[in-house]
Structure formats: structure tokens, C-alpha cells
């Protein structure tokens, strides 16, 4: 039997955006960082998100300038940043889906409240769009529609930027490989041992520092190395997905202080445009069945988008928990929630959004890398996947990397889905 030992500065666990971008983060700082990967790479809400890069817009809903307006409106000055190569990681690569969304109402007295309010009370202004100047989607819609330089980005393409930057430092054991944590007492973990199915193989890692951002997983985690449950809370969504011939649309339309619906669009396989729909209508959709999601949505989106015609379209419903750190009354934490217990870090970003800023509070509170002039042992070839079944996922397009396969990338709902309803 093989058996290699590793010393590492930090151990992460999950690769969704949290877990990518602090990957990335530490390698810039010299830390001694691996990643270990269970499934695709950002399985679980990074590949279900919609993409929005928020300009506070969803929570400036209720008119006032909340914490975690604030907190999602200061990220986003650094998001642009990186989409255009002026700051670090350079984010190039990654597609852009819409460089804004638009803000819509519908007759109901409380929508006209709600969107004065959130003019008011955004970071980045709202501008009016001229009737002429309106996306075709929104041509009939009541009152004024809104313009917000909230971008919208592919999330597929940003998990492959993160990803092929450090294929050498990303262990995916999806195929083969049993992990077992040796834990001296509750949260300290000594040593993380990496066996082959085959049992051929051990790879034993003694790392300074564990990391958690498995989003759900972070549960089983804690669990395994003897901390306690409480510290995580799942907030369930059931979203819509339409497909067909339908427009490009991405935007929010208010009711109130709520998003009665958010929509963004991307282009399946076949080159039909799909919706995923969010916001109040995936909230309530909790408490139906599919069918019943389906039915509703059937009338809810003619009625807040009667320009758009929904005739040779498709439907369907997925499930996903939001993950993220413990608020005493259940709520959306206003930022990014992490808490160290032992060696081991839990991390939440509660938005993709904030994902950098998670990053940095945590790398800030490592201090300096023990010897950040040592070289990373290389990765055990036994564990990374150069060939073999990959199971479900994409690999990044040979544009972001050819030959690159330590990781492969989750594939978006909309393409694992086959319940579709005409
Ligand atoms: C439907 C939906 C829409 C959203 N839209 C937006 C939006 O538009 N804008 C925005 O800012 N935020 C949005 N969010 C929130 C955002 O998606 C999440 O906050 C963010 O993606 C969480 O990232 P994460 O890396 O913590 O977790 P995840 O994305 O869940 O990633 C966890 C990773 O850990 C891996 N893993 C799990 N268990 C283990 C284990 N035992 N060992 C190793 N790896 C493991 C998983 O396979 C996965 O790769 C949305 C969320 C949802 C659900």
C-alpha cells in the first residue's frame, strides 16, 4: 500500500463558489491549501443560483438601507472589478449574461410602494427606462420600469474560472476515496486520512487548519469531527423553470416589499432560452407539489408579464435548500457567517455574491501562512480524475483549459431535469 503524508496550512471542504474563491484567495497568500471535492464542482446552490451580482436591490425593498443591502451593494464594486482583469481573481473568462436587470410592477397598489421604495433605497441608482427603450418582455407592464446595473453572470463559466486556475490543488474524490478525520477532541482535527476504494492507496494530510464551505454538507461535516448541528440553518425554495421560445429577460417585478418574481435566462443545450424563476413565487412554492407549482406559475407569470406569450412553452419545478449560518429567528443572515471551533472553520456566504468577502474575513483571521516560502507537495495522481467515469457534469470548454480534469463542473437544473410539462 501507498501511503504519502501532506502538510498543509488549510484544508478546504466544497467546491461552490465559497469554497473556490477562498481556495483562490489563499493560494495568492501563500498558503499551503488543497481542496477536497465530493461531487461536480459548485453542486448544490452555486449551479442552482440565479447569477445576479446584487446591488443591494433585492433588499432595498423595503426602503431602507438594511445591512445586508449594504454588504451585497459594496461587493459588487469588486465583482466588476474582476470581470474586467483589474483585480484579483481575474474573472476574464467568465460570461456575462446581462449587464443589468430591470425593476417592474404590476397594478396592485402595494407594487408602486414597493418599487418608489426601492429607488430610494438603493446603492447603485435605478434609472427609468423610456417606454421605447423597454426590453420587449416588459412592453406592457403597467407604470415605470427600472433600469439597475446589476449584472448577471453564467455561474457554470465562473465555477470553471475559479476552478482551472488551481486544478493541481483540487482533490476530487467523487469516484474513489473515503475520507476519514482524526479528531483529538471536538473540532480538533489532527489528521485527514484520504483511502482509494481499492484500498491501494492512503494519502494522509496533517493540515494547520480545516475549513468547511460545503453549503448542506457542512451538517455531515461538523458532525464527523464532533461539533454540533446548530450552527446551520436550511431555508427551502422551490423554483420554476420555463423553456421555449421565449425572450431574454432578467430582472425582479415588486409587489410590495417583496420580489413577486425574479427571472434570469440562459440557453439550454438545444438552443431553447430557459427561465428559472425565484423571489416570492419559489418561497410559497414551497408548500406545493410540483404540479401545483406549475399551475400557478401557469397564471402568475401572464399576469405580471402580459407582453409575453407562453404558448409552445415548457415547465418545470426544482427543490433546493439555502444554506447558510444560524439566525436566532430564521431569517437571511444580513452577510456572510463563519465561526471557528478548534482547527476547523465552518463558512456560509449566505449570497454568491459575498463569497469574496467570506473569503477575506477568513483568511484575515489566519494571519501569516506558517512557511510561505515552501512549495505544496504535489496532489497524488491516485486522486485525481484523468480518466474513468465522471458521472454527472461538465467539464470546463477546451477555451478554459484543455486537458484540465480534476474537477468537473455541475451541470445547471435545467439539464439534469427530464419532468418537463407542456
Ligand atoms: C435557487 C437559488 C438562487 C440563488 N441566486 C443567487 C443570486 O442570484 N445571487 C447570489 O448572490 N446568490 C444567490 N443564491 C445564493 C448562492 O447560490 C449561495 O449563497 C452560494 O452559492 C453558496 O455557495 P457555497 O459554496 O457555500 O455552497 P454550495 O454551492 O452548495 O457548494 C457546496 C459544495 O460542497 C460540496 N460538498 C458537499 N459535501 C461535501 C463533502 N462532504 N466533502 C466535500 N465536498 C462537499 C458540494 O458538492 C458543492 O460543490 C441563490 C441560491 C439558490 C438556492
Known sequence: MNKATCELDTLIFGGGVAGLWLLDELQRRSFRTLLIENRALGTGQTIASQGILHAGLKYALGGLLSGSAKAVGEM??????????????????????????YLWRTEALAS?????????????????????????????????????????????????????????RILNIADAGE????????????????QRADSTTVFLLKPEVVIFTAGEGNADLRRRVGLSQEAMQLRPLHMVMVRGSLPQLFGHCVDGNKTRVTITSAVDTEGRTVWQVGGEIAEQGVGRT??????????????????VDFTNTQWATFRI??????????????????????????????????????AELIVNSLGKPSCPDATPSPLPTAYSLQSGDRGEGQTPSPSQGEGWGEGRIALPPWEVTDEWHA
Do not use: Y
Open 76 to 101: 459588487t464594486d469588486l465583482w466588476r472589478r474582476c470581470l474586467e482583469g483589474r483585480a484579483q481573481p481575474d474573472l476574464r473568462g467568465v460570461r456575462i449574461l446581462s449587464p443589468c436587470c
Open 179 to 194: 475520507v476519514t478525520f482524526t479528531v483529538s477532541k471536538p473540532g480538533l482535527v489532527e489528521t485527514v486520512e484520504l
Open 321 to 358: 435548500n439555502r444554506a447558510e449560518g444560524q439566525d436566532p429567528h430564521g431569517a437571511r443572515p444580513e452577510g456572510p457567517v463563519w465561526r471557528r471551533e478548534g482547527s476547523v472553520i465552518t463558512a456560509w456566504p449566505t449570497k454568491l455574491v459575498l463569497a469574496p468577502r467570506l
Open 112 to 168: 408602486m410602494v414597493g418599487l418608489t421604495a426601492a429607488r430610494f433605497g438603493l446603492r447603485t441608482p435605478a434609472a427609468k427606462v423610456a417606454p421605447h427603450e423597454r426590453p420587449p418582455a416588459l412592453a406592457r407592464c403597467p407604470g415605470e420600469v427600472l433600469r439597475v446595473d446589476e449584472q448577471v453572470i453564467d455561474v457554470g463559466s465562473l465555477l470553471s474560472e475559479l476552478a482551472h486556475r488551481h486544478n493541481d
Open 290 to 307: 410540483s404540479a401545483e407549482l406549475i399551475e400557478f406559475a401557469r397564471r402568475e407569470l401572464p399576469s405580471v408579464l402580459p407582453a
